[in-house]
């Protein structure tokens, strides 16, 4: 399916997604989005050339594309084929093909309470029986095929996260908020830690006007009683989370670090620990979500 193209062409790849109803499409397109593809669902697939266009204006050439074609388009499905033949895309095209067996797939249908898009007024595996006969030659022709029958959803987003990902995209990226708890804690915050046992910087007449990200006040704040301690046992707690986030497919983690006013001793210690994650090998960031509110 892939169009010619030089190894060393910057064009991202454009992946289709296609397969059986209830095999797994928008697991694989969910985790595709987690790995930095740009996804289109539903796409109608004479509009794949106009769906680049667009990516390629708007995010640029190397922004990898992920599009999800099912039975749904009707009679644009029949052109998907010839469409990928053709090179419809200009970049380099992989057709992943997700299938199962028709017991498992009947019984997810049934799970999800939705008939079959080919059902009519038959049954169920009525449906599913039509459905291979048009998918059989996607099927013959596609780059990559993944069974689902016997795959958990953590199972599937690792195999297409083998098939798909970058070193760096499979990678955990973990984000380190400072926050001020009188604003409130944030809510995809995943752990949570209180940095008010610290005394406030507020209280230093010459620091009071600085934050965290000064090096007097980082400074002040990391030599209190008790913050080497706390940094030395939480950032191996935060260690063996990751792990645990990556074994279950997870690709994000937010740490959120909190004080009173989210202005000193959350803003230190959230770069402090940025810091210590950082030299453990993980991708990690910091930001400062109320740092100049007051």
């Known amino acids: 399916m892939s169009a010619p193209e030089q190894e060393d062409d910057p064009r991202g790849e454009v992946v289709v997604v296609t397969g059986m109803t209830g095999a797994g499409r928008s697991t694989a397109a969910k985790e595709l989005e987690d790995l930095g593809y740009y996804v289109v669902d539903n796409l109608?697939?004479?509009?794949?050339?106009?769906v680049v266009r667009l990516v390629d204006e708007s995010k640029g050439v190397q922004q990898p594309i992920a599009v999800v074609v099912d039975v749904r388009s009707g009679s644009f499905f029949d052109s998907l084929q010839a469409n990928l033949a053709q090179g419809a895309t200009g970049r380099r095209t992989t057709l992943l093909f997700l299938e199962a067996d028709d017991d498992v797939l009947v019984r997810r249908q049934e799970a999800a309470r939705r008939p079959h898009p080919l059902q009519g007024g038959g049954r169920l595996l009525d449906g599913l029986e039509r459905?291979?006969?048009v998918l059989s030659d996607l099927r013959s022709g596609a780059d990559v095929v993944i069974d689902t029958s016997s795959l958990n959803v953590h199972q599937l987003t690792d195999k297409v996260a083998e098939a798909f990902g970058s070193p760096h995209s499979t990678s955990l990226k973990i984000t380190v908020v400072s926050?001020?708890?009188?604003?409130?804690?944030?809510?995809?915050?995943?752990y949570v830690a209180d940095m008010r046992f610290l005394p406030?910087?507020?209280?230093?007449?010459?620091?009071?006007?600085?934050?965290?990200q000064d090096p007097e006040v980082a400074t002040y704040v990391k030599e209190r009683?008790?913050?080497?301690?706390f940094l030395?046992?939480?950032v191996p707690v935060l260690e063996t989370a990751a792990g645990g986030y990556?074994?279950?497919g997870k690709r994000f983690m937010t740490v959120a670090?909190?004080?009173?006013?989210?202005?000193?001793?959350?803003?230190?210690m959230s770069e402090e620990i940025t810091a210590r994650l950082r030299k453990l090998g993980y991708s990690a960031r910091a930001t400062h979500r109320d740092l100049g509110r007051e």
């Not at 109608?44 to 106009?50: S, T």
């Not at 001020?180 to 995943?190: E, L, N, R, T």
């Not at 406030?200 to 934050?211: A, G, S």
């Not at 989210?262 to 230190?268: E, F, I, T, Y």
């Open 232 to 234: 030395d046992r939480y």
């Open 179 to 190: 926050f001020g708890f009188k604003y409130g804690i944030p809510v995809d915050a995943d």
């Open 257 to 268: 670090i909190g004080c009173t006013g989210g202005k000193h001793r959350s803003v230190a």
């Open 225 to 229: 009683p008790g913050a080497q301690e």
């Open 200 to 212: 406030n910087p507020f209280w230093v007449p010459e620091l009071r006007d600085q934050n965290g």
């Open 246 to 248: 990556l074994s279950e």
């Open 131 to 133: 459905e291979r006969v």
């Open 44 to 50: 109608p697939p004479q509009l794949l050339r106009d």
